[in-house]
C-alpha cells in the first residue's frame, strides 16, 4: 500500500495559463475526492468520483474547473485560464467500499502569479 | 455548507500536558467524525475517528470524546511531545445523495508544544 500521491507537488503559473494536476489514489480504492485547501483553513470539498463516475461537484468548482477519472483510477484536475485566486493546496483523498475513511495525498500547491 | 466550529484556533502546551482541541457540528448526515493532523507542506493524516455508538474512542495518547445531545467532540492528546506539533482538523460527515459522504473541516488549529 503505498499510499495516494499526486503530482507535481508544486506548480507555479501565470495567471491565464493552464494547469492539470494527477492523483493516483491508493489501489483498490474506488472512491475518489478532490479538496482545496487555502491558507489558515481546513481542505473544502470540490468533487467526488466512484469509479469512473463524476457524481458531485460543490458549488466551489467553478466552469473552469474540470475533473476527470477515465478508468476508475488516476485522476486529473484540470484549471483553465488560472486566476490569482485559484491559489491553493489542492487536495485528492481516497476510500474503498464499506468504510468512512479518507486518506489523503501529499497535495499540489498552485501559485499564480 | 454544514459548519463545523473548532477552537482553539491555537494552542500552545508544555511538554507533558494535556493539548484539548473542542469542535461543534450543526448538522450532520452520518455519524462518523475524524480527526487529521497536518504538518507544514503535508497532506491531512488521518489521526483517529469516532461514530457515536460510543462516547469516547481512544488510540494511544489520543482519545476523542463525543456528547451527541450537546453536538460536540474533542481530542484530547495526553503526554504531549513536540513531535505532536502540528495543525488538527476535526470534520463531519455531509451526504449529498451520491454516496459521496465528503467531509467538511473546521478551520483547524495550531498545536505547539514546547519542551
Known amino acids: 500500500d503505498t499510499g495516494v500521491s499526486q503530482d507535481p507537488r508544486h506548480k507555479i503559473t501565470k495567471r491565464g495559463q493552464n494547469v492539470t494536476f494527477r492523483c493516483d489514489p491508493i489501489?483498490?480504492?474506488?472512491?475518489l475526492y478532490w479538496y482545496r485547501q487555502t491558507l489558515g483553513q481546513g481542505p473544502e470539498f470540490l468533487t467526488y468520483?466512484?469509479?469512473?463516475?463524476?457524481?458531485?461537484k460543490s458549488r466551489l468548482l467553478s466552469d473552469r474547473f474540470s475533473a476527470e477519472r477515465p478508468k476508475g483510477s488516476f485522476s486529473t484536475l484540470e484549471i483553465q485560464r488560472t486566476e490569482q485566486g485559484d491559489s491553493a493546496m489542492y487536495l485528492c483523498?481516497?476510500?474503498?467500499?464499506?468504510?468512512?475513511?479518507?486518506?489523503f495525498g501529499p497535495g499540489t500547491r498552485l501559485t499564480v502569479t | 455548507q454544514q459548519q463545523v466550529k473548532q477552537s482553539p484556533q491555537s494552542l500552545i502546551v508544555q511538554k507533558g500536558g494535556i493539548s484539548i482541541i473542542n469542535c461543534a457540528y450543526e448538522?450532520?448526515?452520518?455519524?462518523?467524525f475524524p480527526w487529521y493532523q497536518q504538518f507544514p507542506g503535508k497532506g491531512p493524516a488521518l489521526l483517529i475517528a469516532?461514530?457515536?455508538?460510543?462516547s469516547e474512542k481512544k488510540e494511544g495518547r489520543f482519545t476523542i470524546s463525543f456528547n451527541k445531545s450537546a453536538k460536540q467532540f474533542s481530542l484530547h492528546i495526553m503526554d504531549s511531545q513536540p513531535g505532536d506539533s502540528a495543525t488538527y482538523f476535526c470534520?463531519?460527515?455531509?451526504?449529498?445523495?451520491?454516496?459521496?459522504?465528503?467531509?467538511?473541516f473546521g478551520k483547524g488549529t495550531k498545536l505547539s508544544v514546547i519542551p
Open positions: 468520483f466512484q469509479n469512473e463516475a463524476q457524481l458531485e
Open positions: 483523498a481516497s476510500r474503498t467500499d464499506g468504510t468512512h475513511e479518507q486518506y
Open positions: 470534520a463531519n460527515t455531509t451526504y449529498s445523495g451520491a454516496g459521496s459522504y465528503q467531509l467538511t
Open positions: 469516532i461514530r457515536p455508538d460510543v
Open positions: 489501489s483498490e480504492h474506488n472512491r
Open positions: 448538522n450532520t448526515a452520518f455519524d462518523y
